[in-house]
Nanobody, 121 residues
Framework: EVQLVESGGGLVQPGGSLRLSCAAS????????MSWVRQAPGKGLEWVSH????????NYADSVKGRFTISRDNTKNTLYLQMSSLKPEDTALYYC??????????????WGKGTLVTVSS
């Protein structure tokens, strides 16, 4: 059974940093693309970032480029999102999602339950 469990969310002041983690199980983590997607209160889903299977390529939404870094540790079956220079508009429920294969452009088929990030003074 595929399981994705996010952690690391919380309350942080503007300009602060957080690192989100996503522990994966039930599939061969290293060969699948992984993504982070967020949903702000009252808004729709927004793709944040993805990383290829194997970790060779990454991409970011313009809204987070230069502030967020996606990475993966295939030995620990864990996906990360390092977030810095956080803004109030980054407040959202952050989900990790599993790709359908190594290429993130082929979509996502499993999602975690999310971890809440609140950026406020």
């Amino acid at each position: 059974e595929v399981q994705l469990v996010e952690s690391g969310g919380g309350l942080v002041q503007p300009g602060g940093s957080l690192r989100l983690s996503c522990a994966a199980s039930g599939f061969t983590f290293s060969i699948y693309a992984m993504s982070w997607v967020r949903q702000a209160p009252g808004k729709g889903l927004e793709w944040v970032s993805h990383i290829n299977g194997g970790g060779g390529g990454t991409n970011y939404a313009d809204s987070v480029k230069g502030r967020f870094t996606i990475s993966r540790d295939n030995t620990k079956n864990t996906l990360y999102l390092q977030m810095s220079s956080l803004k109030p508009e980054d407040t959202a429920l952050y989900y990790c999602a599993k790709g359908t294969n190594w290429n993130p452009l082929y979509g996502m088929d499993y999602w975690g339950k999310g971890t809440l990030v609140t950026v406020s003074s």
